[in-house]
């Protein structure tokens, strides 16, 4: 107590010291923990360099085949096709398990039941998806390829218990089918939480210029003289990165960020007026963007141009607005 204030006064309460570790609990970073540890596992290193080596070469003698695009997906059908496979050996092990579990005769019998129908149509939609997923694979880098490999393995191991459930089922171990079911689903489930991974936090397949708009008005990009013809230039406006590339005076402009997987345009070869990508062999018409290649599934955004004192200026495919819209409350 401070003498003549008739109050008491208690010493200012010390700030608590949060660590890293209390403001990054285990319960919220454990799957980037899980994703690092799987990244360096000398063995899936291994393996994936081993089977990149394998499999790299054969895909870009064969990266002109219709077959080898169709099992992307690609352009014919706007996305990859492997996520929408994925689907059906989940769904109809689920039902397998469900029917297991709402089956309550406990007397052995041959052949295949209900269940076990599910399950070879399972089995025979698994054998699809790993082939999509492994053409996709393949157009894949660095960690995503790793822990795409240990998702592809997660789902051998399920398709495995899965075939050996329908071979104990119909023989009619009916106990035992039922367990290796369940186990299977266990691990289809583990490698479906991978997959989810590299789609949603690595953003694999995902198209890298959906929300590319920039810039919303007519911004210099480079002086007319710096750009020869039939040279390709990478350029910078307000942060959006463009491809300029000039042809018998006729002037082009795409985003240089492949949609696919990010690679730079700019790097790749331009042959009658179609670009490269030099990371994974896309093909984009500079016209207007359609892919004449894959695995790309998403066009290239195509930018207007023009030629205003010496300099060749760019605008987004949104023009920002000249006024206010009506009613719109203001900030």
């Known amino acids: 107590m401070r003498r003549g204030s008739g109050q008491a006064h208690d010493p200012p309460a010390a700030e608590p010291v949060i660590s890293s570790k209390s403001a990054t609990p285990w319960l919220i970073a454990w799957h980037g923990d899980l994703a690092d540890w799987l990244d360096r596992l000398g063995w899936l290193r291994c393996t994936s360099d081993w089977l990149s080596a394998v499999l790299g070469p054969f895909r870009e003698r064969h990266q002109d085949n219709l077959v080898l695009e169709l099992l992307h997906g690609g352009r014919w059908m706007g996305h990859p096709l492997h996520p929408a496979l994925s689907d059906l050996p989940v769904g109809l092990w689920a039902g397998v398990v469900v029917l297991d579990a709402a089956d309550r005769d406990p007397a052995p019998r041959r052949g295949i039941d209900a269940a076990g129908m599910l399950s070879a149509a399972g089995i025979v939609a698994a054998g699809a998806t790993a082939l999509t997923g492994l053409n996709d694979w393949a157009v894949s880098d660095d960690q995503d390829r790793r822990i795409g490999l240990f998702h ?105 960020i492949c949609s ?15 670009v490269t990508c030099p990371l994974h062999g896309s093909r984009f018409a500079l016209a207007d963007g359609c892919v004449s290649r894959g695995p790309a599934s998403q066009p290239q955004p195509v930018l207007p141009t023009r030629i205003r004192n010496g300099w060749i200026e760019v605008r987004g495919s949104q023009p920002a607005p000249r006024r206010p819209t009506k009613g719109r409350t203001q900030p």
């Open 152 to 256: 592809g393995l997660l789902n051998t191991v399920a398709l495995g218990l899965q075939g050996a459930s329908l071979g104990t089922r119909v023989t009619g171990h009916r106990g035992t089918a039922r367990a290796l079911g369940a186990a299977s689903f266990a691990v289809t489930a583990a490698a479906g939480y991978l997959g989810g991974h590299l789609v949603f936090t690595r953003g694999v397949m995902v198209s890298r210029v959906a929300w590319a708009i920039e810039p919303r008005r007519w911004t210099r990009a480079l002086q007319e003289a710096d750009l020869p013809d039939d040279t390709p230039a990478a350029v910078v406006a307000e942060g959006r990165q463009i491809l300029l590339y000039r042809h018998g005076g006729s002037l082009y402009a795409i985003d240089n």
């Open 260 to 274: 696919h997987a990010g690679g730079l345009l700019s790097r790749g070869p331009v042959a009658d007026l179609t």
